[in-house]
């Protein structure tokens, strides 16, 4: 079983609609990720949060929205998508440390389909 | 910037089989560490192996090795006695300790094994 929990594990929405992926660990991890997966390619990075605070956005479109409530829980609030946004979003976490020896522990993916 | 290249769409192999899937870097730090994941068709990345740039000895967990060649920069790795249950897209992944937030990914390599 994965120590990364990801839900839901898939999601239809409309252009208008409004909806939230979550992700939890219990690892005690204090770097959080989003990627996204379109099909046939690799994880693009997208936010990562560092001791509950936003450290990188890699100018993603605003109508994409990170949380970090506290440190187990990651979202991202979805409005406004557009077609091209559907894919599978990847949560990741990690120790923070100042080493690049930190491995990233993978959730099991949220697929996403915008209509 | 930080550059992964995985030269081989897919590769074949034999089960039983030993097979190298190639991955290649650019970087101008001295200091990084190199990640192989392994993705089945459900989506999860499953951390196979991990080589810090300063680490003499090449990596080896279990089955899979990490053929490390430094002035090269490539960081091959090796599946040795191949099972049904490896086939999936495996990707090579950087991080710079200059930037210990960033994971950056490979384009990956689809690998098929067969009876």
């Known amino acids: 079983d994965t120590e990364v929990t990801q839900t839901p594990k898939h999601l239809v929405m409309g252009m208008t609609n409004k909806k939230s992926l979550k992700c939890e660990q219990h690892m005690g991890h204090r770097a959080m990720y989003w990627y996204k997966q379109k099909a046939k390619k690799p994880p693009e990075l997208m936010f990562v949060?560092?001791?509950?605070?936003?450290?990188i956005n890699e100018s993603v479109p605003s109508r994409f929205s990170p949380e970090c409530p506290n440190s187990s829980l990651l979202n991202l609030h979805l409005h406004a998508l557009q077609p091209e946004d559907s894919a599978l979003y990847l949560c990741?976490?990690?120790?923070?440390?100042?080493?690049?020896?930190?491995?990233?522990?993978f959730g099991a993916g949220s697929r996403l389909t915008v209509l | 910037a930080q550059k992964i290249t995985q030269t081989q769409p897919g590769m074949f192999v034999q089960e039983k089989e030993a097979v190298t899937l190639d991955c290649t870097y650019d970087t101008s730090d001295q200091s990084y560490g190199l990640f192989w994941y392994k993705q089945p068709s459900s989506g999860e990345m499953i951390f196979l192996i991990y080589q810090g740039s300063y680490d003499e000895q090449n990596a080896t967990e279990g089955r899979y090795s990490l053929n490390f060649q430094k002035a090269r920069k490539s960081a091959n790795l090796v599946i040795s006695a191949s099972q049904l249950g490896d086939s999936a897209m495996y990707f090579c992944?950087?991080?710079?300790?200059?930037?210990?937030?960033?994971?950056?990914f490979g384009t990956g390599t689809r690998l098929q094994v067969f009876p």
């Open positions: 990741a976490s990690s120790i923070q440390g100042y080493s690049g020896a930190n491995v990233l522990t």
């Open positions: 992944a950087m991080r710079e300790w200059a930037d210990t937030d960033k994971l950056i």
């Open positions: 949060y560092s001791y509950e605070k936003l450290s």
